[in-house]
């Protein structure tokens, strides 16, 4: 046996014992007679002192030891000299006298300290990953993740959920991302795709009758890496039999819940506040809002309606929009930040920026265009008070929104007012459509199986055909998940009726033929019986990212790939034999 | 709200109350006045009676219902009349009146019955998975395979093992199996392997400090798939620090026994037999032996070399092995039956069988080569009585194992004489090396990271070359769990220091710059502070498959594939456009 203990669980009450340690000597002081090390693993870290009085070939072998070598000690555990306790360290009260030691393994001069504030490259973190999964906050981050996933896996399973496994050898259904593909040695010119998720599976398992299903899973796209993207990730996701909405909101809630207070601790309301697609879109610009301060956007259309400024006024007769924000205390702001702050609103996609400060009166280059009193109305509607800067964008909708909306999140960075608590939202009724201008058809907003509302149902199944404008107005039974502008997760209650499938597929121009090949298998499964259905997937990622306090989804993967999609560690992708592709049937191009 | 109860719920405490229930329509039987249905969801089987009394317009519409309509009922719950109930179902005791009716979904005919015992092709079982798994055998196996990986995670849970995921996009290593490959669309002429294991990442994860890990994962082999195999698989992977044998073999001995005590109800003693490889070999011709029952084989060298029968001389002679095992109740056999025996001992790689049977005296071909003592002294070794028949094969030894091995089984399972309880078994002390004919050189037995036993060590690292036949003997800290002759995991102590691992890449002829290019990064972790560590992965599948008393891996996998490696519900693989190819760097052969 190497160890009775683990480091970080030595404390006062094995004063007087001996005990058995492993680690790595993480810290190293020589004092002469005394040497001490801070023997560091998973649990934590014990100060460990080789004595000359107790044992000179101890203490001359701790002579020895350097930085992460590994070593098990035998020795008792002493009070520490009054003054010399680390209350910093859980086992600072106490240290380990070792009357044995044993060096399991040496290590060469690392490439980088372990300490959590080292700055180290990403090139070497990945590299050596795992030197870089020894700094402390690295570890915690895999203990958080564990912890999450047990918690969600435990709640779920109390609800009934069973986890099944679905394939990760599967169809390739060229829509949305691009796939991975697997080329297939026994099905020659035949090719696998890696799962984007695991959605018709799931789908597949309510149509089986397996009423609850859930799988933490990995899921794989291969798009550009730009963002904090990785090739492979990984999905809570779950499907429920017999459920509308509120159902599958409910149980997101209690895992999000349960997940925050027991693994952070941190207490959470529920139910968590919701808001319509459109009321996210005209409040904050954007589907995933962050709800953690104010700075709402708002339409001014009726007041500039009534100002001589030919811009806004152009705009709103060519069925544009002008809406505009408070920028809190930026009135001092130079006539250089004000041009900075257009070019950055240009470099978004507006064709410009508007300001009006509040300071002592207004002040403004399109002053003039606006009477006192509008000036004065439109300050009341943003709340704009001595000091602020009023921002307006005039343009399409779409763009308005969405400048407006991220000029919002950078003043609120910038003005540091973003709140502290975590601020969980549902954002539901998504169009069922969106346009796609340059194929110039409807796609589905979330996927050709979402289920419209009601009232959409009625209108698809009416048998009359539908004008694009009623079209475009129909929403769906789909639902976002938002935490602190993040969107976590979504999902949809789904069509369990064929022939409404079929009327959803029409309307994508979705030909019968394309259908079958796609996903035909989901087609037939429908004729069945298959239940009402609806599920979600969150983000497990990006969840425990957000837990962690972390930047990004690299510091909650234990071995993440670069922007390049390759991992430093292994250095995959690699070549490969030519034999190996010639039992696959392909070539190089 | 659609229900608030499971159709296998109710029961005698909610006589009287009203329920709303939702399923699929497994029997319907029409009484006139009284429409029955069995209403099916996953708890369970409901009676819901349809009243001419209760609601016209609801028998009405029951008229309508066909086997798998989809439905929600709400009614009450009464007692079933004395004489109708039926005990074999949990809700036998109640039925429900039906005052609501509502079809959520039609179906058309099955392609099959969804009884138990109805006999279906496997091609329609795949094709029709979701009518499959409603069986209720199908959908048991699902829940037990979801509670034995929740109870796994739980138990590891307890013990502080981390769940930690390693990539599924990764490198390959044309070791073993044959990898299946994935191209890289953003590096070009590179491709990404899917893991046949997290073996290289696992031992990454210790030299981080991890300390325990384990994943249950998705691995891939692309092999040709005789045998019970699929080319994606599951597996308990795990892996922990500062242990020996003993301990990963005890954590192992605590999942079984937790999971067959907890999910399966089944005392399971620890702990288990273990045999060394030698031994199992010798005694019963495999290193997977079945103990559930005896017919052990038998060293005849010393009788046979007393006998005049040349045959059996001279393979003595060359240094192979004469063994036997006693064919119970064999003696009634006719001569044309020992026939076919012989042809099927053929068929197995032997050159013939010999064989005596007891029988009022001795009776056999061979029994003028030996003496009456001979006989008495064979027969007393074997155990075999009046009735019985000595079985003899005479060849190398691996002939002779792998023969009688199997002729042990399947007489086994003629005779009826398997026990009935399960029997777990650990095989240690595998070869550290095996002699690759073919290729004139040794092999790793496990893999080239496995740790010779402590004697080993101490000769591989005595720095003097090694003849052929002392490498031949070394063996390992490597071990397999057998249940019922089946090989449900494996594992081995790992070697943890650089410069013992180097002597195993020589004295595997694998050279420094092919095990750099290979698993270099798992030499460069040895070098920065590796702790001893060990570990085994578990063949859910196959575990899963012996709890359900299955016969194939594929009743406990949701999707299964063919074969062929082909999915016949999603008709995975497909043909792709080249315009992905294209964006791969590859074409078609």
């Not at 009327?503 to 019968?512: A, D």
């Not at 430093?568 to 190089?588: F, R």
Request: aromatic share 8%; with cysteine; glycine share 8%.
């Amino acid at each position: 046996m190497y160890r009775n203990k683990g480091c970080g669980e030595i404390n006062e009450g094995d004063i007087g014992k001996e005990v058995a340690l492993c680690g790595w000597v993480y810290r190293y002081r020589d004092h002469g007679g005394l040497i001490f090390t801070d023997l560091r693993d998973r649990t934590g870290i014990a100060q460990i002192v080789y004595s000359l009085e107790i044992s000179e070939k101890v203490h001359a072998l701790a002579h020895s030891l350097r930085a992460e070598f590994v070593i098990a000690i035998k020795g008792n555990v002493c009070r520490r000299p009054e003054g010399t306790e680390n209350l910093d360290v859980k086992t600072g009260i106490v240290e380990v006298y070792a009357s044995e030691l044993k060096i399991l393994n040496t290590s060469e001069p690392l490439p980088f300290m372990l300490e959590n504030d080292a700055i180290v490259s990403d090139t070497l973190r990945f590299k050596y990953r795992y030197l870089d999964l020894r700094r402390p906050f690295m570890m915690n981050n895999l203990l958080l993740r564990h912890q999450t996933t047990k918690t969600i896996r435990d709640y779920l399973d109390a609800l009934g959920f069973l986890e099944i496994e679905t394939p990760m050898l599967t169809k390739s259904t060229p829509e949305g991302a691009r796939d991975y593909l697997v080329p297939s040695r026994l099905n020659p010119g035949s090719f696998y795709a890696l799962p984007q998720s695991p959605q018709l599976f799931k789908q597949i398992l309510m149509c089986a009758g397996v009423d609850k299903y859930f799988q933490i899973v990995k899921c794989f796209r291969d798009e550009d890496l730009r963002a904090d993207r990785q090739p492979e990730f990984t999905q809570v996701d779950m499907e429920m039999s017999f459920v509308g909405v509120d159902d599958v909101i409910t149980v997101v809630e209690g895992i999000l819940k349960t997940v925050y207070e027991g693994v952070l601790n941190v207490k959470v309301e529920t139910p968590f506040e919701r808001l319509t697609y459109k009321d996210a879109m005209e409040r904050f610009g954007t589907d995933k809002p962050d709800m953690r301060f104010g700075l709402e956007l708002k339409d001014m259309a009726d007041i500039v309606a009534q100002s001589s400024f030919k811009v806004f006024l152009d705009v709103l007769k060519n069925g544009g929009r002008v809406k505009a924000i408070c920028g809190k205390d930026m009135a001092a702001l130079s006539r250089k930040d004000m041009d900075n702050l257009t070019e950055h609103a240009q470099s978004l996609g507006a064709k410009g920026l508007a300001w009006i400060k509040v300071k002592d009166g207004f002040e403004s280059p399109i002053k003039k265009f606006f009477t006192d009193e509008l000036l004065r109305q439109m300050a009341e509607r943003l709340g704009a008070v001595q000091g602020d800067t009023m921002l307006f964008v005039a343009d399409k909708e779409a763009v308005v929104h969405d400048v407006l909306g991220r000029l919002r999140l950078d003043i609120a960075k910038t003005n540091g007012i973003i709140g502290a608590d975590d601020r969980f939202l549902w954002v539901v009724d998504f169009p069922l459509f969106e346009w796609n201008a340059a194929d110039d058809r409807f796609e589905a907003m979330h996927h050709p199986f979402t289920s419209p509302t009601d009232e959409g149902i009625d209108l698809i199944q009416a048998n009359k055909a539908l004008a694009d404008k009623d079209i475009a107005t129909l929403t769906s039974k789909a639902y976002d998940i938002v935490l602190n502008g993040y969107e976590i997760g979504g999902g949809s209650i789904r069509i369990h009726q064929t022939t409404l499938q079929k009327k959803m597929l029409e309307l994508l121009g979705i030909s019968e033929t394309d259908a079958e090949e796609k996903f035909g298998f989901l087609l037939d499964a429908l004729k069945y019986g298959a239940p009402p259905h609806g599920g979600v997937a969150l983000g497990l990622d990006r969840l425990v990212m957000l837990m962690a306090g972390s930047e990004t989804i690299r510091d909650v993967i234990a071995f993440p790939k670069t922007q390049k999609a390759s991992c430093l560690l292994s250095n995959a992708p690699s070549q490969v034999q030519d034999s190996q592709l010639k039992e696959l049937h392909i070539k190089l191009r």
